[in-house]
Nanobody
Framework: QVQLQESGPGLVKPSETLSLTCTVSGGSITTNYYYWSWIRQPPGKGLEWIGYIAYSGSTFYSPSLKSRPSISRDTSKNQFTLQLSSVTPEDTAVYYC?????????????????WGQGTLVTVSS
């Protein structure tokens, strides 16, 4: 079955760029009508949708993050990557990658059907 696994540094310094990779196994990230999302959950707070990259390669991001996130993919490795620039301690969170399905991708985490286990990223000097 399809599985997702996040990887990346657990500690990032303020003002630097956070970079996380999601490796997908058991299925291709270019399969029609799937989209691949990043979501985060700060300590003691709710889930926040960050953005997605669709099977076509198109991307869309949460306006609340003000052009800081960027999602790309490496189809040869079946991976997609999140970069979040100019991080502050407020970006400390558990970061998840997840998959959704549908002709029109959703910007809500509620419609994501398959999730990775999550990885904690702490922003601190």
């Amino acid at each position: 079955q399809v599985q997702l696994q996040e990887s990346g540094p657990g500690l990032v310094k303020p003002s630097e760029t956070l970079s996380l990779t999601c490796t997908v196994s058991g299925g291709s990230i270019t399969t029609n009508y799937y989209y691949w999302s990043w979501i985060r959950q700060p300590p003691g707070k709710g889930l926040e949708w960050i953005g997605y990259i669709a099977y076509s390669g198109s991307t869309f991001y949460s306006p609340s993050l003000k052009s800081r996130p960027s999602i790309s993919r490496d189809t040869s490795k079946n991976q997609f990557t999140l970069q979040l620039s100019s991080v502050t301690p407020e970006d400390t969170a558990v970061y998840y990658c997840a998959r959704g399905g549908g002709v029109v991708p959703s910007t809500s985490y509620k419609y994501l059907e398959l999730w990775g286990q999550g990885t904690l990223v702490t922003v601190s000097s």
